[in-house]
């Protein structure tokens, strides 16, 4: 029952009571709260943690650095060596029969394969340096690692 502040018992209330309206919108947040994550459905992943393994550069490695040039184009960098595709590829291939000659040969025992290592700029496009990577493994490079930067202090090294 609503009291009224005058003196007129018979006059109607103006007051809107609001109680009511805060129950139903409680209780409507509550079941968004409890409903919402039955509704998103996910494939259950083990991410990676975030770590960095200590690159140990060998003369022997191939440093590629890779950026977007203008225009959409990819400058690839051999060293400090601007090369196109096809300088990338016979580079490559020269640089890897010289490893495996160094080594005496292809059926030497315990033959270590030299690595490629890659640069990539943070706005360089995908395609850039997918195609570095497939004429590495084209020239017959079997690992290929990327080089970054870790977030400072935010770096794991792993045991």
Partial sequence: MAVSAGGDDSTPMSDINTTPLVDVMLVLLIIFLIAVPVVIQTVEVKLPDVSFDATTTKPENVSLSVRGGPGGTCEVYWGLTKVN????????????????????????????????????????????????????QQAGFSRVGFISQPPPGGAVVRS
Avoid: W
């Fill in 85 to 136: 595709s096809n300088e990338l590829l016979e580079r490559a291939v020269a640089k890897l029969r010289l490893e495996i000659d160094k080594q005496g040969g292809p059926s030497a025992p315990g033959l270590e394969l030299p690595e490629v290592h890659i640069r990539g700029d943070v706005n360089t496009p995908y395609r850039c340096i997918g195609g570095a990577v497939f004429q590495m």
